[in-house]
């Protein structure tokens, strides 16, 4: 369904993973971030949806938060913190709401049906642990900590 725009395809012309102008970058960091935002808030109105076409589009939904997942990851994971920070919205929410979406986590009452769409912990197992890991490559080497100059290793001497 998304696929028919191609708006994933059109977002990453957007993308100039090769330029050192960090206000560019950043700008392109708060659009995949808008998008990311717009996409998840999509996926969970529509899930909770009581019709077949609205379960087709969370699917669809779904699908898009996967395939942008890997650009979101690109700039989170860039050196400069000032880039980085900018999808941390985006992934906040996704966090907020994952829990919710994975198969088995809610228990519908017998008033409300169900979600029409719901994800398996495989689905997000790779998400949370790319997030995961570049949590923690920030966390145990800091902006300031100059790991790939030589200058600046440790004397064992």
Not at 11 to 17: A, D, F, G
Not at 53 to 73: N, R
Request: charged share 20%.
């Amino acid at each position: 369904m998304l696929d028919q725009l191609q708006m994933l395809r059109r977002l990453e012309t957007c993308v100039h993973r090769n330029s050192v102008d960090h206000s560019l970058l950043e700008k392109e960091a708060n659009l995949f971030n808008g998008v990311g935002e717009v996409a998840l808030e999509a996926y969970v109105d529509l899930r909770l949806q009581a019709d077949a076409q609205s379960a087709a589009c969370a699917q669809a939904a779904w699908e898009f938060i996967k395939a942008l997942m890997p650009f979101v990851f690109w700039f989170f994971s860039h050196s400069e913190y000032q880039i980085a920070v900018h999808v941390e919205p985006y992934l906040t929410q996704f966090f907020m709401r994952v829990k919710a979406f994975v198969a088995g986590a809610e228990q519908p009452s017998p008033d409300q049906p169900g979600p029409v769409h719901t994800v398996s912990l495989d689905q997000v197992r790779p998400i949370l642990m790319q997030t995961l890991q570049l949590i923690i490559g920030r966390t145990a080497f800091p902006d300031w900590f100059q790991h790939h100059d030589p200058n600046h290793e440790d004397d064992d001497r």
